[in-house]
């Protein structure tokens, strides 16, 4: 079992406390998984006890086997974490600077190999083509890869809906949302309250849910059907919003792939489209 089974079997057995240490963990995963147990039961504040009690009810025979445990589950985020402390240490100078934002944003992008997964982009691919509606949303800075990935999807004939950031309006426009249907959201904000309500009505509703995310948390991992881990940047250096970026373009590149004839096909049509415009006098180029 990972981290989020053995955490949902354990739950009703945890007291007030082991469930504050829980919650502690969850939010401080580096920390669980790196600090040696003196370190960590100052940092939580707990006994050694209580400690021992609460990685025993997760199933967990010993204190390594629990940190093997919560590595595995974050692994992403704590191997960030390790490269942000080898960051700091190197950038001393404005040179430096430009370097290792380079080199973050880099390692970022590759790091997206592990999660961008090609069970992940087929079905995703699948879904996409076969919606009635697209619903995407994003908080904060995930605001940018939703509107690319709403605007960009409309290429391919699907119908995309870009949801509003006033919480108010959001549940007025995913309320059509049906079977078949998907959502997509960019969670890049410090209040993730926004995030449950809309993913939960998708799921009454039998919509797929896709959820991409700065963090990785256990309720992300349950809460939707496929929950994408992609940092913006590292650790304690959140440099840009390229691997989000790259996230959203390799979800439509998937698509492009999977469906090939028929999505270029839409492509051509909508050169053609555009060309009978009466638009004649163009500048910037095709990248628009």
Excluded at 120 to 128: E, M, P, R, T, Y
Excluded at 203 to 213: K, N, P, S
Excluded at 245 to 272: F, I, N, P, W
Aim: glycine share 6%.
């Amino acid at each position: 079992m990972d981290w989020l089974e053995r955490q949902e079997q354990a739950q009703p057995h945890l007291t007030r406390l082991e469930q504050d240490l829980l919650r502690f963990v969850n939010a401080n995963p580096e920390q669980a998984a790196l600090l040696p147990q003196r370190q960590l039961l100052e940092s939580a504040g707990v006994s050694k006890p209580l400690l021992i009690n609460f990685f025993r009810k997760l199933g967990y025979q010993d204190y390594r086997t629990f940190q093997a445990g919560v590595e595995q589950f974050f692994s992403t985020h704590i191997d960030s974490f390790r490269a942000s402390q080898a960051v700091h240490d190197r950038v001393t100078s404005l040179t430096d600077v430009v370097d290792q934002a380079i080199a973050v944003d880099t390692r970022s992008i590759q790091r997206l190999r592990d999660t961008m997964t090609e069970d992940l982009l087929s079905w995703f691919a699948g879904k996409l083509t076969a919606a009635g509606t697209m619903y995407v949303g994003g908080a904060g800075t995930g605001r940018y890869p939703a509107h690319y990935l709403s605007q960009r999807a409309r290429r391919y004939r699907v119908v995309s809906v870009l949801l509003s950031q006033d919480g108010e309006h959001a549940p007025d426009e995913l309320f059509p949302v049906t079977t078949g249907d998907l959502l997509v959201l960019f969670h890049y904000a410090r209040d993730d309250r926004w995030v449950f309500p809309l993913l939960n009505l998708a799921r009454e509703r039998g919509a797929a849910t896709l959820l991409v995310a700065a963090a990785i948390h256990p309720a992300y991992v349950a809460s939707a059907d496929r929950f994408v881990h992609v940092p913006r940047g590292e650790v304690r250096f959140k440099n840009s919003m390229a691997a989000p970026m790259t996230c959203a373009q390799m979800l439509l590149l998937a698509a492009e792939v999977v469906h090939g004839d028929t999505l270029r096909g839409y492509l051509k049509s909508l050169e053609e489209t555009r060309g009978s415009w009466g638009i004649h006098n163009r500048e910037g180029g095709d990248d628009a």
